[in-house]
């Protein structure tokens, strides 16, 4: 820094303040210093930082797994974010196994992360003490189910999105729909369809409920040819909801190769709008979820609490998804 700060003509302090992104310094000034950066090749020394300033410029970020599209979103989000304030982004995967999930709290944990934001529900949940017993800020995001009242999260209203498709299907006339979901994590979208076709007097059977063993495409493909013969039983399903895209893509290939064509013989909505679904064949008919407004928002309430040093209160912020029409859901086929 002293290299620099000669090479430029200026304080150490105002290297500093230039490599913290700080607005104190004239732009010529700045210029000139980041000039002279590029020319001596200079790098902070990050350890001899948090010594000095007693922070890490590091955020932990705990979620299930970066294999589902919907967290490979949300995590590059927090990731951009924090690159803008000069933060650093430390990534732990519980892989839906809650030894791990105690194990990578504690580990990041022990390594004086700044702030932690934690993704998922059921293999974490327990691990996670109320805010007044945690020594840094921690705020909840993509939680499900019973999302705890001792902290703050931000979460998207999946029953509502499980409303959407239902009420989706509704409208363009669908009265016999299953459900493909993989369950129970999933079984409050399950609650909303269950909930719009209620509404009209219409009771989703608990037979017409399939069980997919993971939120992917493969396990999308198993359940759809478990349910095969039950969708084309006397009174033949019209229409399928899937509790994500990844799980309908794995559907609707099953489909294909039995010659069942979508939508015209039968129709298929699933939840999340991951890329994916715009480029299916057909294109897929989703409930999109506010996945990057919802990384945004937890965030800025982690640098609420790292510039208070002190926690966010506990608060549940709920966004609300959308339906977004496409090709593969339309009104049944009259026989």
Sequence with gaps: MADVAQRAGVTKQTVSNVVRGRTVVSPETRARVEAAIAELGYTPNLVARSLSTGTTMTIGFIVPTIANPFYSEVVEEVEMLLEERGYHLLLATTRGDGDRARRQLATLSNRSVDALLVAGDFDIGEQLSPQSELELPVVLCAWEIDPPDTLPVVTIDYEKAGYLAGRHLRELGHRQVAVIADLPAHRVRVAGVR??????GITVPDDLVFTAPGATPESGYEAALRALPQLRAAEPVTAVFTS???????????????????????????I????QAAHAHP?????????????????????????N????????????PEVVPRASSAPPAVH
């Design 195 to 200: 909930r719009a076709f209620a509404e009209d």
């Design 244 to 270: 994500t895209d990844a799980i309908a893509l794995g559907v609707m290939e099953v489909f294909r190769h039995q010659g069942l064509r979508v939508p015209e013989d039968i129709s298929v909505v699933g």
């Design 272 to 275: 999340d709008d991951i890329p």
């Design 283 to 307: 294109p897929l008919t989703t409930v999109a979820l506010p996945k990057r407004q919802m990384a945004r928002e937890a965030t800025e309430l982690l640098w609420r609490g790292i510039a």
């Design 309 to 320: 040093s002190r926690p966010a209160a506990p608060s549940l912020t709920l966004l609300r």
